[in-house]
């Protein structure tokens, strides 16, 4: 009699554990390939670590998330019942991609920009040598300003500071220009004629650029 609704209801039992905060974000950096703390951090910067420590537990217990430790490294990834969680996560962003399209000024983060993006190099299309894309954001504060791309076939790599090689595209970009070709919102050409979108850099290259990219996921997802 004294039994709470939450304990019949799955709903009610599933966002015990998935509504609190960062929980779903999470669980979407973990399905976007993020294994390691701080590949995890860096997806999400504005979490702090105690926090992400806290969450990751806590999907632990749930039987959500799996700790693998092999030496000194430790990874994560999700089981078969987090797994399960992926068709949610995507619809989600579909229907946030639908029906909150706009960005304001505050959500716009060069950070998070490139995060995703070096996540979705595609190796198939990229030079055998390794590349290096530098892009420079003008209005930006000067601590996130400037970003270094490094691409080989088997990885990518985004870094804050000058790795020191050679740059064969500088691509200077309107934040909020480049944030929304990204989304599928504009494209490359469009910021191109416009002038908020400049390359730098032998033609062959700059011809090349956007092809160096699959496609954002959400891109595609009709708005109203």
């Not at 217990?61 to 969680?85: I, K, M, N, P």
């Not at 730098?200 to 109203?224: H, I, Y």
């Amino acid at each position: 009699m004294g039994a709470s609704y939450g304990q019949f209801c799955p709903v009610a039992k599933a966002m015990e554990l998935l509504d609190e905060r960062w929980t779903m974000l999470v669980i979407r950096e973990l399905i976007a390939g993020g294994r390691r703390f701080n590949d995890l951090r860096r997806g999400l910067p504005r979490m702090s670590p105690t926090l992400l420590s806290r969450r990751l537990q806590q999907l632990g217990t749930a039987g959500v998330v799996r700790r693998r430790e092999s030496g000194a490294e430790v990874e994560y990834e999700l089981t078969r019942a987090g797994l399960e969680l992926k068709p949610i996560v995507v619809a989600l962003g579909e229907w946030g991609t639908r029906w909150i399209p706009e960005l304001g000024d505050r959500d716009l983060d060069p950070k998070l920009l490139l995060w995703d993006m070096h996540r979705s190099v595609d190796h198939g299309a990229v030079p055998s040598r390794r590349t290096v894309l530098q892009f420079r954001f003008p209005s930006a504060p000067a601590r996130v300003r400037d970003w270094w791309l490094v691409i080989t076939p088997a990885e990518a790599d985004i870094c804050d500071v000058d790795p020191g090689h050679d740059v064969d595209v500088l691509v200077t970009a309107d934040l909020r220009c480049l944030t929304d070709v990204w989304r599928g919102e504009r494209t490359w050409a469009s910021g191109l004629r416009s002038g908020e979108l400049a390359f730098q850099g032998p033609e062959e290259l700059r011809r090349a650029l956007p092809a160096r990219f699959r496609q954002f996921a959400f891109a595609a997802v009709p708005r109203p």
